[in-house]
């Protein structure tokens, strides 16, 4: 079945650190992906999304590359701020079937 | 400004009660709707895809009878947590979304029964 692997959290980093937070995914056909972001007391947003393969995504200074080869969605950031403390959530979503599978997302703490 | 609108954001109710969450695509029709359930410290998880004008399609292990679903329109979707018991408190959350597009989620509904 389709489904996707996320980093376990929590991260926590300092101001202007680099982050990374792995995803892995298995799919049956040609997913998109996406990376999803909740900030405490919100809903989900979309941070950043790829349709196909070698596609890199950004947004806020976030970045993730569709890498087919290894299944992986990567998210990373060069320097991260306080601001950035959120859950992430990848997601994949298969086009035909028209729902999104996401990973037990990642709390990340940024700290002054 | 928000495209889902999902009312209520929380409730608090007695067992057995049954509850009643609504969410309304504001600036599209949205002929699918998806209700998720999100257990502390897990991802969402999909309940059920509902369609408009027809009858949801609930993922294995969920309950139809429990968790009622009507799509009666194109920009309302409501979800009734029949009888609910307190293992059905959870933070329930609804998106709408065509093809590939992202979704749009609802805000989210954080339901506890006491």
């Known amino acids: 079945g389709n489904s996707v692997t996320q980093m376990e959290g929590p991260v926590t980093l300092s101001e202007e650190a680099f982050l990374t937070i792995n995803c892995t995914y298995t799919?049956?056909?040609?997913?998109?992906l996406f990376w999803y972001v909740q900030y405490p007391g919100e809903g989900l947003q979309l941070l950043l999304k790829?349709?196909?393969?070698?596609d890199k995504g950004s947004n806020k200074g976030f970045e993730a590359t569709y890498r087919k080869e290894t299944t992986s969605f990567h998210l990373e950031k060069g320097s991260v701020q306080v601001s950035d403390s959120a859950v992430y959530f990848c997601a994949l979503n298969i086009f035909n079937n028209n729902d999104m599978r996401f990973g037990a997302g990642t709390r990340l703490t940024v700290k002054p | 400004g928000a495209v889902v609108s999902q009312h209520p954001s929380r409730v608090i109710c007695k067992s057995g009660t049954s509850v009643k969450i609504e969410c309304r695509s504001l600036d599209f029709q949205a002929t699918t709707m998806f209700w998720y359930r999100q257990f502390p410290k897990q991802s969402l998880m999909l309940m059920a895809t509902?369609?408009?004008?027809?009858?949801?399609?609930?993922e294995q292990g969920v309950e139809k009878d429990k968790f009622l679903i009507n799509h009666a329109s194109l920009t309302l979707s409501t979800l009734t947590v029949t009888s609910a018991h307190p293992e059905d408190s959870s933070f329930y959350i609804c998106s709408c979304g065509a093809g590939d597009q992202p979704q749009h989620f609802g805000d989210g509904t954080r339901l506890s029964i006491l």
């Open positions: 790829a349709t196909k393969a070698d």
């Open positions: 509902s369609n408009e004008g027809s009858k949801a399609t609930y």
């Open positions: 799919a049956t056909g040609y997913p998109s």
